[in-house]
Each structure stands twice: as C-alpha cells, then as structure tokens.
C-alpha cells in the first residue's frame, strides 16, 4: 500500500490550495480515506473524512471552507481548501485504515502567511 500526498506549498492568508492522495496497491474504490494535519508542536489531527460511497464529514474548524473528494477511476482523493488561514499551516496527510492497521502517505506541507 502506497499512499503519495502533493498539492503543498506557500500561500497568502485568504488563498486556496488542492492537495491529492495518490493510491496504489488498494482497491481504492472501496476504501474510507482520510486526512489528517500537524502543525509544529501539535498532534496529528483529523481534517476531512470521504467513505467509499462519497459522503464527506469534517473537523468543525475546517468545515465550510474545506471540500474532500475522490476520483476513483484515478485512483486519488483531493482535498480543496479555500480562505486559507495561517492556523492551517501543517503538514497533511492522507490515510487509509486497512487490514487493522493504518497507512499515511508521506505528508505535504502547507504553509500559509498573514
């Protein structure tokens, strides 16, 4: 199982950015995938949640202003995050629980300036 996060980068407060999960070595399609963000002393926490049938849910300091997704035909899930704002500066990643274990892409991070 292989899961590569990307979409990162420095962005000004207010702006917008997409991250994508590339996936391999699952049946995607049939998968709860997640992400997750940590910021510098903080623990990892969970942003954006999309099951197999598409329904999303959302961390409550997040909602309204991120929107997962997936594409399953290629294989990847996004995460569109709108009027960025510095407290989202992280680095994310996206994740996948299967066969009683938890696998995490490598992380992207997102850095955003006031």
């Known amino acids: 199982v292989q899961l590569q996060a990307s979409g990162g980068g420095l962005v000004q407060a207010g702006g917008s950015l997409r991250l994508s999960c590339a996936a391999s070595g699952i049946n995607f399609s049939i998968n709860t995938v997640r992400w997750y963000r940590q910021a510098p002393g903080n623990e990892r926490e969970l942003v954006a949640t999309i099951t197999s049938s598409g329904t999303t849910d959302y961390a409550d300091s997040v909602k309204g202003r991120f929107t997962m997704s997936r594409d399953n035909a290629r294989r990847r899930a996004y995460l569109q995050i709108d009027s960025l704002k510095p407290e989202d500066t992280a680095v994310y990643y996206c994740?996948?629980?299967?066969?009683?274990?938890?696998?995490w892409g490598q992380g992207t991070l997102v850095t955003v300036s006031s």
């Open positions: 994740n996948v629980w299967l066969r009683n274990r938890n696998y």
